[in-house]
């Protein structure tokens, strides 16, 4: 079982950067793939990042390419979603879930664990 705990979120202004981490626990951290996600008032989950067991593959969302980059650090079992140019719209809370498959998903469905989200607001 993998328990995850997300960080890092906070206030900024549009054009700034944050950078959100997600610390799991557990032995398998390592063969899990990981994603980020987010959720706006009244919307949907939506996918944001994922990155396979390996770091050897990634997938963005549309609205997130050039801006965002997933990466970890399996010996720190951390997740990190560097995110830069931020933009009103991408307001939401963050969650970062793993996925006991090789496969990168980008359903939140797909993943068996999550965290319980950090709290991501840009200004105008």
């Known amino acids: 079982q993998v328990q995850l705990v997300e960080s890092g979120g906070g206030l900024v202004q549009a054009g700034d950067s944050l950078r959100l981490s997600c610390q799991g626990s557990?032995?398998?951290?390592?063969?899990?793939?990981m994603g980020w996600f987010r959720q706006a008032p009244g919307k949907e989950r939506e996918f944001v990042a994922a990155i396979r067991w390996d770091g050897g593959s990634t997938e963005y969302a549309d609205s997130v390419k050039g801006r965002f980059t997933i990466s970890r650090d399996n010996a720190k079992k951390t997740v990190y979603l560097q995110m830069n140019s931020l933009k009103p719209e991408d307001t939401a809370v963050y969650y970062c879930a793993a996925d006991r498959t090789i496969v990168i998903h980008t359903t939140p469905r797909a993943y068996d664990y999550w965290g319980q989200g950090t709290q991501v607001t840009v200004s105008s």
């Open positions: 557990g032995r398998t951290f390592s063969v899990y793939a």
